[in-house]
């Protein structure tokens, strides 16, 4: 099941990319 773990893989990736983002700006 490759694709589905390209799905979690990228799911992952925004989330984590967000929760930074937004903890950046928040302590910007």
């Known amino acids: ?4 773990c390209w799905v979690f893989l ?3 990736s925004l989330s984590c ?3 930074i983002q937004s ?3 928040f302590i910007e």
Do not use: K, L, R, V
């Not at 099941?1 to 589905?4: K, T």
């Open 1 to 4: 099941m490759p694709s589905s």
């Open 10 to 12: 990228i799911h992952f």
């Open 17 to 19: 990319f967000y929760f």
């Open 23 to 25: 903890t950046y700006i």
